[in-house]
């Protein structure tokens, strides 16, 4: 008896975690389609084919299935900012080329989670789950630092201050709404948004 309990175990644990990510996913496209406020622990369960009763198993509410969203969220992006940072040699691949390394798997991952991304973009969200991928954006911003500094050794702090703020602003501009483009646009959109980096980082005299 007790060695099938212990066969049984691992198939119950990941059929658990299955069915938290299941809820996962349909609490992103709730939230996404009507909001923080009109959402709640009925109607995530319904679009998740399940009972609230089933639901409550694993979350104790809509804060609860919030939060775990906003962690999944971040450890996402964290994910694939690895990825795209995963180049070591910056100094010798030409501007063109290190900007599609580092942008194209972020460009990736925007269009692979549209249900996330309409989630964050919301203004109703409880002030806590606003920008969960904060700390992802510094270390972002901190590894551009390193890269432009690689490349650029002597630059002005202030000027890599510039550079830095200014190359975000233009990759969230240039990614909003890409997830809904048909793949046709979302390849303009992503050489647009590699030509428009080059663009400013060469006007800028950054190499």
């Known amino acids: 008896m007790a060695e099938d309990t212990a066969k049984r175990t691992p198939v119950r644990r990941a059929r658990g975690l299955a069915r938290i990510e299941a809820i996962l ?9 009507v909001g923080y406020d009109r959402t709640t622990t009925n109607s995530i369960a319904a679009r998740a084919g399940i009972s609230p009763g089933s639901l409550y198993q694993y979350f104790s509410g809509k804060e609860a299935i919030a939060d775990a969203l906003a962690e999944r969220y971040a450890a996402t992006v964290a994910a694939k900012q690895a990825g795209a940072f995963g180049v070591t040699d910056v100094t010798t691949p030409e501007l063109s080329e290190l900007v599609r390394v580092v942008v194209d798997p972020i460009i990736q991952f925007n269009v692979d989670n549209p249900g996330l991304l309409a989630l964050f973009a919301r203004t109703d969200l ?16 901190a590894r551009l630092r390193e890269i432009v500094t690689q490349r650029n050794p002597g630059i002005d702090p202030g000027e890599l201050a510039r550079v ?9 501009g240039l990614m909003k709404g890409i ?15 590699r030509a428009a980096i080059v663009g400013y980082l060469a006007h800028r005299g950054i190499r």
């Not at 996913?25 to 389609?33: C, I, K, M, P, V």
């Not at 409880?126 to 911003?141: G, K, M, Q, Y």
Request: proline share 6%; aromatic share 4%; net charge negative.
């Open 126 to 141: 409880p002030e806590r789950l606003a920008n969960p991928i904060e700390p992802v954006e510094e270390t972002f911003a």
């Open 179 to 193: 997830s809904a483009l048909d793949t046709a646009g979302r390849e303009r959109r992503a050489a647009e948004t």
């Open 25 to 33: 996913d349909a609490a992103a496209s709730e939230l996404a389609d």
């Open 164 to 172: 830095i703020e200014t190359l975000i602003l233009m990759f969230r």
